[in-house]
């Protein structure tokens, strides 16, 4: 799930982040921590907060 849309606002990011870290528990609780689909939960989530640090970083340098 990579996003590419630049109109997503860091507080939409950060909802995302906080849905997918809640699936992922719930996908581990169930296929166990290193199932595929574990995996793949944690690989999207990390492609949200590695899109989210990019996006804060970009806020910061443009109010400076």
Do not use: P, W
């Not at 996908?27 to 689909?37: I, L, M, Y």
């Not at 989530?45 to 590695?50: A, G, K, P, R, T």
């Amino acid at each position: 799930m990579l996003i590419t849309d630049h109109k997503i606002t860091t507080d939409y990011l950060l909802e995302l982040i906080n849905h997918k870290k809640e699936t992922m528990i719930k996908v581990a609780e169930t296929f166990g921590f290193n199932s595929d689909k574990t995996l793949e939960c944690s690989q999207e989530l990390d492609e949200l907060i590695i899109k989210h640090q990019r996006m804060t970083k970009l806020e910061r340098k443009s109010t400076t």
